[in-house]
């Protein structure tokens, strides 16, 4: 999916993952993790405010950058900068404002589960192993660290850091480590559940582009 990458909000990494997080998948972390995923799944719709920052110390890279996600079971909507994507389950569309380009590709087209933001809220289940690393209390809350690593090989990735709110049950972020030298940080700073959003909104038209090059997959 050409989406995050276009966005600068891809990521991939490589560590040796040391045995302690070998196991396949920790009882306590899967019960945070589902808790997670059936309340995220109760909802019809919703809106993500958040903040994504990108870090590649080798080639000096520090970029950070403010956006918006609307989801709707398997489509959605994200607004960063210029940039802007559109899924309606089937096809993605990526818009750049700036060079009036519209890049066109299908669904699941040279993209890994963790790159599609409507997986977001349950991409552990399946493909991964997870442990519970430590649980903090921030204020009144109380913060779950749980670190996940992909099974499956060639990933680009090799950990995630997920940070969960237990108390009000929210995500709060997301790290993800690259082979590459690369880590991206996704913090979710606020969620607005069942937004009034039409299905057409998720679907590109020409229309209100003109002047949009199309370039097709």
Excluded: R
């Excluded at 389950?89 to 087209?109: F, N, P, R």
């Excluded at 950990?159 to 690259?178: A, R």
């Excluded at 940080?185 to 679907?203: H, P």
Aim: hydrophobic share 35%; net charge positive; aromatic share 8%.
């Amino acid at each position: 999916m050409k989406a995050f990458k276009a966005l600068v909000l891809t990521s991939s990494l490589s560590v040796m993952i040391s045995s302690v997080f070998a196991q396949d998948k920790d009882p306590k972390a899967k019960a945070i993790l589902d808790d997670l995923s059936k309340k995220m799944k109760a909802f019809t719709s919703f809106t993500i405010d958040f903040t994504s920052k990108l870090e590649k110390k080798a080639d000096g890279v520090n970029e950070s950058q403010s956006g918006k996600a609307t989801m709707k079971g398997n489509k959605y909507i994200i607004e960063v900068g210029d940039q802007k994507i559109l899924c309606d389950g089937v096809t993605v569309w990526t818009i750049l404002t700036g060079d009036k380009e519209v890049y066109e590709s299908k669904v699941g087209a040279d993209q890994e589960e963790l790159l599609d933001p409507s997986k977001m809220f349950s991409l552990w289940e399946k493909d991964f192993k997870y442990k519970l690393v430590k649980e903090e209390t921030v204020g009144t809350s109380t913060i779950a660290e749980i670190h996940l690593f992909p099974v499956k090989t060639g990933s680009k990735y090799h950990t995630i850091i997920i940070k969960i709110d237990k108390t009000k049950m929210e995500m709060k972020s997301v790290v993800v480590k690259g082979k590459d030298g690369e880590v991206l940080t996704y913090t979710l700073n606020k969620l607005t559940t069942n937004v009034t959003v039409n299905d057409a909104d998720f679907k590109f038209e020409k229309s209100k582009y003109p002047g949009y090059t199309v370039i097709k997959d």
